[in-house]
């Protein structure tokens, strides 16, 4: 994955490299300018994610060059740096469009926060123009195979259900496509032209979380060196999706619902009502309804959010769209490595027959490493990793170990592959060299 590219724009030497060091050590990569003439011929050579500039710089003061580079490229986020009596000067550039500034001297920790603060919401936008692009398809329910009557009836309740604002829920088993639905429902909702905000409930400990959502205050806790801004306020006008709604602590169970009810919230370590202007669709892996039995899921927030619910069916209960997934995946991952891999009719028999624990995600997974990694114009059975060989082999492998034998079985065909050149099969695989070495440790492969 390339790595964030960063423009310094700082005459003293001093805190330019002490800038470029903390940066690099960070994993950005860091270009330097002294002046605003060179920072400016430098941001035109093009690629820069994010450029840090001081105001007062010779040749071109940080206003003037703020000023051209919105000119050039209007969507590049621009933090300035002020020394004390600057500030005023600081909001004036934010009103030309800087993102933020920080007064000197800091705290490297705040500035870094301020930089990922930045680049969240640069990459929420991007992600946001590239949904519009895509409206330009007949609907966004293209991007969703499957023919059997199950889907149909998806299909049918989407259509009808997305125009409006509806808070609706969206249940099925891990990787089963339910981020897929909740695009589709946003590209074809009012909000359309709004942010859709993505949030993954079950990656961030019930401590951050609530911040995740809400926001917080400079100095509201430890670690809040700034204000943040959260997902429900970054959400405003458009949609937010709540994924593994079903990991959520009952303290930010209890704030979701007043969000719900009221639409209204406060960032945390403040006193000020914010409205929240925002639809809400959420994802459950789990049945709910049992969580409300055991005392672990509120029952009103529930109601609250499944006002539509789309109950998306495993893969092993539509084995008829099989097909028309590994020929999609087929086609998409030959067109990404400019191959023309097909599959004999034996291996797509023995795929029919799989149980996938995993789902789509699982068979999509599978397909890209069989691509990938064939020699071969045609998968065939003896390609396949050997649970699938197995007859009902599925009954007796519990999702984790299946999980792991095909995780396994690809590294031992990278391996194979780059002819044992660890850091090849790495970049193959799409993981650290370090990692590789983990996963060869913990798989005990020779």
Request: hydrophobic share 40%.
């Amino acid at each position: 994955m390339p790595k964030i590219k960063l423009l310094v724009v700082e005459d003293d030497d001093l805190m330019l490299n002490m800038l470029r060091d903390n940066l690099t050590r960070e994993g950005y990569e860091v270009t330097g300018a002294t002046d605003g003439l060179q920072a400016l011929a430098k941001f035109k050579e093009g690629g820069f994610d994010l450029v840090l500039m001081d105001i007062k710089l010779p040749k071109m003061d940080g206003v003037t060059l703020l000023k051209r580079i919105k000119n050039t490229v209007s969507d590049v986020p621009c933090i300035m740096m002020t020394a004390y009596g600057t500030v005023e000067t600081a909001v004036s550039a934010m009103k030309l469009g800087a993102f933020d500034y920080i007064g000197k001297p800091f705290l490297f920790e705040e500035l870094s926060q301020i930089i990922k603060n930045a680049l969240e919401l640069s990459s929420l936008r991007k992600e946001n123009l590239l949904l519009k692009e895509r409206l330009g398809e007949r609907n966004s329910l293209n991007n969703i195979v499957g023919k059997n009557p199950l889907m149909q009836k998806i299909y049918k309740t989407i259509e009808i259900a997305s125009p409006g604002n509806t808070t609706i829920m969206i249940e099925g088993e891990s990787g089963t496509g339910k981020e897929l639905i909740a695009d589709a429902i946003h590209a074809l909702s009012e909000r359309k032209f709004g942010p859709l905000v993505k949030v993954n409930c079950s990656a961030l400990p019930e401590t951050l979380l609530e911040s995740e959502l809400f926001g917080h205050e400079k100095g509201a806790f430890s670690d809040a060196v700034k204000m943040r801004i959260g997902r429900f306020e970054l959400a405003n006008k458009g949609t937010i999706f709540l994924d593994d709604i079903d990991d959520l602590s009952p303290a930010v169970q209890v704030k979701l619902l007043r969000v719900l009810q009221e639409r209204e919230f406060e960032r945390v370590g403040s006193s000020e009502t914010l409205k929240a202007d925002v639809r809400v669709i959420s994802a459950t892996k789990t049945d709910l309804k049992k969580k409300i039995l055991e005392g672990t899921f509120r029952e009103d927030l529930y109601y609250r959010l499944n006002v539509v619910l789309v109950k998306l069916p495993a893969l092993r209960e539509r084995p008829s769209d099989i097909p028309l997934l590994v020929n999609h995946f087929l086609a998409y991952y030959n067109k990404n490595t400019k191959k023309a891999v097909k599959i004999s009719p034996e291996a797509m028999l023995l795929l029919i027959k799989y149980a996938w624990p995993g789902n789509v995600r699982e068979l999509e997974n599978l397909i890209e490493s069989m691509v990938c990694l064939s020699e071969k114009e045609t998968i065939t059975p003896d390609l396949l990793p050997e649970h699938f060989r197995k007859k009902d082999a599925w009954k007796a492998v519990s999702l984790k170990k299946a999980l792991r034998e095909t995780e396994k079985e690809h590294i031992i065909r990278a391996l194979e592959h780059s002819a044992g050149v660890k850091k090849k099969a790495a970049e193959i695989l799409g993981i650290t060299p370090k990692t590789l070495w983990e996963k060869i440790k913990d798989f005990d492969i020779e």
